[in-house]
């Protein structure tokens, strides 16, 4: 019996099953690369869904842990720390929000929306567009926005008043906002979804329509932000000021840790004293880990390196912007995502890709989908990992690469290069070259 099988074992013995069963049992990483506890080495090109900003055991990040373990790893919050000033700080110069601004921090990306949420209703309405396909968070007022129907239904009736609308879909969007309208929350690449970027112009809009119904503009940037797309955050490149940003995953780089960003005075006073809290919100190991990530991604130029690297995926297809067609829900039984849509954009990529069974990509920087072209996702995910590759199967027909920020081009090549025999070896069947 190897390692993996023993405790795979006695995993599905002793956990609840909420996950299915895991692929593999992970025993240590380092850089770019994970090794199993059978001692088996891979490229990890997901970096634990996009949070493993700076890859494993980043020196950076294992001292500010470490330096802050001895220090004080927890204070509560009827006192507050330096690490947590200062982390509060650095995100709202990061997020160039303005004078008046101000961070709540929570536990995970989850929490992030349950702040959202509560903010939204603070402005005395509750009706809130989401976007179809969005992901918002499983726990119940994140998992009402939530569009895929397999997560939210049997925890229904969740918190009411929410509409879906077609991303991309500009009249949807105009019709669906009104005076009545809390706030409008979106991803600017939805990565649950099967990393759809919206285009900026939806972004624009969707500031547009809030500002003139005095709804909040809510971006969720729990995946996309913290560098992901080779901007701090993805909305930045449509110029748009959003009234409220989620952060998570990437902020702790690996080190629990979320945050709501409130923009401006007047949204940031919409939540007082009393109204909101969290136990571990804010505690000061996991602030010095997100200072650590912010420090060493300015220092290292990582908003560039990604800019840079992504180049390497661009050999897999063009990349395209969402247009507004409606989501297909395909039932699965497995717990990936199933929400896929086609793609007219991704179809023309067909003729310039150059690489068997990829049609193109989809995403920004370093969230990305690879489209496979009448290849089994799941069995190409496999195949990868049979290959020395961690890839995730977001959608049937999609792969997501969410690799660390510092992942370097040769690791990228890497992966490129096998890509012809994993996608081979999927659709045979068979062990890749
Ligand atoms: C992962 C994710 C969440 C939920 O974060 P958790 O930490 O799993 O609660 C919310 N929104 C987006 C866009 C995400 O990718």
């Not at 969402?322 to 395909?330: C, F, G, S, Y």
């Amino acid at each position: 019996m190897t390692a993996n099988s023993d405790l795979l074992a006695r995993y599905s013995a002793s956990m609840v099953q909420v996950f299915g069963a895991p692929q593999l049992v992970l025993a240590s990483g380092h850089g770019c690369w994970v090794t199993d506890v059978d001692g088996r080495r891979y490229l990890d090109l997901l970096s634990g869904i996009a949070v493993n900003a700076l890859g494993h055991g980043h020196p950076a990040l294992v001292q500010a842990v470490a330096k802050q373990a001895e220090t004080a790893i927890h204070v509560s919050n009827f006192f507050t720390t330096r690490p947590a000033v200062e982390l509060a700080e650095r995100l709202l110069e990061i997020s160039r929000a303005p004078a008046g601004s101000g961070v709540f921090f929570a536990n995970s990306g989850a929490e992030a929306t349950e702040a959202a949420v509560k903010l939204s209703r603070r402005t005395g309405r509750h009706r809130i567009v989401a976007l179809e396909g969005s992901f918002h968070g499983r726990t119940t007022g994140a998992l009402a926005l939530t569009h895929k129907a397999a997560y939210r239904e049997p925890f229904e009736p969740l918190l009411p008043g929410v509409v879906f609308v077609p991303p991309g879909d500009h009249d949807a969007l105009r019709r669906a906002v009104d005076e009545q309208t809390a706030a409008v929350f979106l991803e600017p690449v939805q990565g649950e979804a099967g990393v759809v970027p919206l285009g900026d112009d939806y972004l624009r809009l969707a500031r547009e329509v809030t500002t003139r119904a005095g709804a909040l503009l809510v971006v969720d940037e729990i995946q996309t932000g913290i560098g992901r797309t080779g901007d701090w955050f993805a909305h930045h490149r449509s110029g748009v000021v959003p009234d409220a940003m989620t952060l998570a995953k990437g902020l702790g780089g690996g080190v629990p840790i979320g945050a709501l960003v409130t923009f401006g005075p007047d949204v940031t006073g919409l939540l007082t004293a009393g109204q909101h809290g969290t136990t571990f919100g804010g505690n000061p190991l996991a602030c010095a880990a997100g200072l650590a990530v912010i420090d060493t991604i300015e220092r290292d130029g990582l908003l560039e390196h990604v800019r840079d690297v992504a180049t390497v995926l661009d050999r897999l297809g063009p990349t395209g912007v969402a247009p507004p067609t409606p989501t297909v829900e395909r039932p699965r039984p497995d717990a990936a995502s199933t929400v896929e849509r086609p793609r007219p954009d991704a179809v023309a990529a067909t003729s310039v890709a150059s690489v068997p069974g990829v049609l193109g990509t989809r995403g920004r920087g370093l969230l990305r989908a690879v489209q496979l072209d009448g290849i089994d996702a799941a069995t190409a995910m496999l195949a990868a990992r049979e290959a020395g590759f961690i890839v995730n199967a977001v959608t049937p027909t999609a792969l997501r690469l969410a690799p660390p920020l510092v992942v370097s081009a040769r690791e990228l090549e890497g992966f490129v290069d096998a890509l012809p025999g994993i996608l081979e070896a999927a659709r045979g069947g068979g062990a890749p070259r």
